[in-house]
T-cell receptor
């Protein structure tokens, strides 16, 4: 049971480069999320998708875009990477059938130099 | 003002020495309070959900409790393998299908043999 799968696991970007973080879940969950985790800041919500076809901004959306490709997949795009976007990114998913519990992927480590 | 505050930031225990972690929260309406465990280099792993004041849940050496303003994670006779960062998060009752979590900054627990 894979759960929530993120790719890539590690990535180094130069300032100004673009990239997309991919996320897929195999639990048939309705909602998906992107969080970032920084030392001393905790986990902060970037964007979420309550259901297929909808996306909404979270706490720290600037510099990011998202696409809910289908029910399984939710991607996060950095159009022009900045050093401030160096972080660990977590994708997650949830559904009412599990008591709204949010399940996380293993994380993607992104360094922008 | 932080919605979720965890204390202490770090806690070092000897094996077998019981203690508690605190999570205080300020939300207008609580849908659920979640506890997660996070190991280094991994995504958060779900432990418990508490929905109403007075509720308690247990799993092995861990017991979570909830009041109207805070939650405690009690660790009884901890073992070194309980060492991890413990995260608390709240889900607000904002209506609709918005199940996003707001996290505290976590408590880093170290259990020495």
């Amino acid at each position: 049971n894979a759960g929530v799968t993120q790719t890539p696991k590690f990535q180094v970007l130069k300032t100004g480069q673009s990239m997309t973080l991919q996320c897929a879940q195999d639990m048939n969950h309705n909602s998906m999320y992107w969080y970032r985790q920084d030392p001393g800041m905790g986990l902060r919500l970037i964007y979420y998708s309550a259901s297929e076809g909808t996306t909404d901004k979270g706490e720290v959306p600037n510099g990011y875009n998202v696409s809910r490709l289908n029910k399984r997949e939710f991607s996060l795009r950095l159009e022009s990477a900045a050093p401030s976007q160096t972080s660990v990114y977590f994708c997650a998913s949830s559904t009412p059938g599990t008591g709204n519990t949010i399940y996380f992927g293993e994380g993607s480590w992104l360094t922008v130099v | 003002e932080d919605q979720v505050t965890q204390s202490p930031e770090a806690l070092r225990l000897q094996e077998g020495e019981s203690s508690s972690l605190n999570c205080s929260y300020t939300v207008s309406g609580l849908r659920g309070l979640f506890w997660y465990r996070q190991d280094p280099g991994k995504g958060p792993e779900f432990l418990f959900t508490l929905y109403s004041a007075g509720e308690e849940k247990e799993k092995e050496r861990l017991k979570a409790t909830l009041t109207k303003k805070e939650s405690f994670l009690h660790i009884t006779a901890p073992k070194p393998e309980d060492s991890a960062t413990y995260l608390c998060a709240v889900q607000e009752n904002s209506g609709g299908s918005n199940y996003k979590l707001t996290f505290g900054k976590g408590t880093l627990l170290t259990v020495n043999p």
